[in-house]
């Protein structure tokens, strides 16, 4: 028996933006959105809202800026709620328009513990014009455990709507999504939980069952997985696990098919031996990223071992 | 705080032989072994003991036969064990020799569970000549259970040592994993237990951790997981897992470096969208390697979408 509860968010275009620098074509963004649609997602991820006097238009997609106008000429409102991700210290607020103006449902605010207070400063604005808000709370596999508490316990007392367990890393297995799980639920009475996972272990599927497990509500993937690094829980097989009726797989393999694994043999995103090995040291994958663009390109004369060597050595000097 | 009663089997040869009809070079088979060895790996599986009469060795690699001559070119006795899996009824008896004659240290049984009489025939013959024995039951996730509860109930009067969960087509996920491994130890007392998991949905390391978690010792793993179709749980995943000091990961990541990442681009083990769709149908993913092979050699009509569309409307008619 399936949990009507559950929304399943589509991040693709967002988190897989990550690894193309959100240089998607609105046709293709509008047959993404329009695919989705189709397989009955709820929310559909088209992007970043990030500060243009911090980031220039000119050097990355137009999705890394979900401009209103674009967004409408690629979405439009229905049954599958566009959302809009926004980090902490990148956004200016002056382009987020009322809710009512805009095609845009839901924000996510993206933070790190230890910008906290900043975070509930943006979710009381974004809140205050009339959207559904979310707070990820990303890299919390680095955090101080009292630190985290003090996050949470702030955000108990906003009218945030969601709050995301992050696995920014692709660190966590089962029992550690159930100890976070716990602990969320506990210091946020009344509020929906979400999760958002990567893949660097092969356990963002796995771990995202396990949120399920644990009454966690809003489920995010990726088509084919496209996302940082190790990529995401993919969505396709969330939607063939989920019982709900509503959902619908073909749309999304005929999606994955069209664009996306070609994509994932040019860009690599996914299960690459060095995306495992930040993974499982519980590290930011910036080293791994280098390393895998520079195999990309031919120009990388280390070796996997070499990489991993490196990392490890680095660890006994921190 | 690590279990020292954890083993970990390598099946990169045996298994990954299902996907180039077992045509390893002894060059590299040699490589493979020594490297498993500087690992710290408990068993290393070299492959099948097929009968010769059934299947012929003109038209298939030396490692589905595992002639002891063969073994002795690539492998040696050390504190890495050499292991030889053999298929109920494709397995000639006359080539087992005693186990002091053998650098062979343990037979697998692969069976069904209609085959169990035969399994504890052959289970029998081979623990006779001195060797460890385990039993691994395929498919269990198609199974009814009386018919497999009274299997384990046969298995639990013999001598066999380890007894295998197997998920043969990628289909289970963590409940399962808990529900199966609590019953075959409620049937197998004394008995070590054993996972080998298919990863087609992404979920063949999380379900070896579930396994470990309820206390299985032997845990399969292939170098970069190649294995059939959605292929293992990788043995560098689980090696960067388990705490053991005695595992290195090094000489892992060196062999999937030097031969397995370009066989895998080639060959197509690991996640498929075909692989995925029989896996989360619980399906024998034979329909999906033939879909995935003409695709490989570009004679493929059919979109991912009308094999998804074709297996579900064959479920209609069973």
């Not at 009512?100 to 509930?120: C, F, G, H, L």
């Not at 958002?196 to 088509?223: P, R």
Request: with cysteine.
């Amino acid at each position: 028996m399936y949990r009507p509860q559950i929304k399943v968010l589509d991040c693709t275009i967002r988190d897989g933006g990550l690894m193309n620098n959100w240089e998607f074509s609105k046709e293709m963004v509008r047959d993404v959105f329009q695919g989705l649609v189709e397989a009955g997602v709820d929310y559909v991820e088209l992007g970043y809202r990030a500060d243009k006097k911090m980031f220039s238009p000119k050097e990355s997609g137009p999705w890394r800026f979900c401009d209103e106008e674009d967004l409408r000429e690629v979405a439009y409102k229905c049954d599958t709620k566009i959302s809009v991700m926004c980090d902490v210290g990148r956004t200016d607020y002056g382009t987020i328009v009322p809710a009512d103006q805009s095609i845009v449902s839901m924000y996510r605010v993206a933070t790190y513990v230890k910008e906290i207070d900043k975070a509930i400063h943006m979710i009381r604005h974004i809140k205050d014009l009339g959207y559904e808000v979310t707070c990820n709370i990303m890299a919390v596999s680095t955090n101080l455990e009292p630190d985290l508490d003090e996050a949470l316990d702030q955000l108990a007392e906003t009218n945030v709507d969601v709050v995301y367990l992050v696995d920014s890393f692709g660190y966590f297995y089962s029992e550690q999504i159930h100890y976070l799980a716990d602990k969320y639920r506990a210091k946020l009475p009344g509020k929906e939980l979400g999760i958002h996972c990567h893949n660097n272990q092969q356990l963002a599927f796995a771990n995202t069952i396990e949120g399920i497990i644990k009454n966690i509500n809003y489920v995010d993937g990726s088509i084919y997985g496209m996302g940082r690094a190790g990529g995401n829980c993919t969505t396709e097989l969330l939607l063939s696990f989920l019982k709900n009726p509503k959902f619908r797989l073909g749309p999304v393999l005929a999606l994955a098919e069209k664009y996306f694994m070609k994509m994932q043999t040019e860009l690599k995103w996914g299960y690459e031996l060095p995306y495992m090995i930040t993974g499982s040291l519980n590290k930011h994958p910036r080293a791994a990223l280098a390393f895998v663009k520079s195999s990309i390109g031919g120009n990388n004369t280390r070796s996997i071992v070499e990489f991993y060597d490196e990392l490890i050595a680095a660890e006994g000097v921190d």
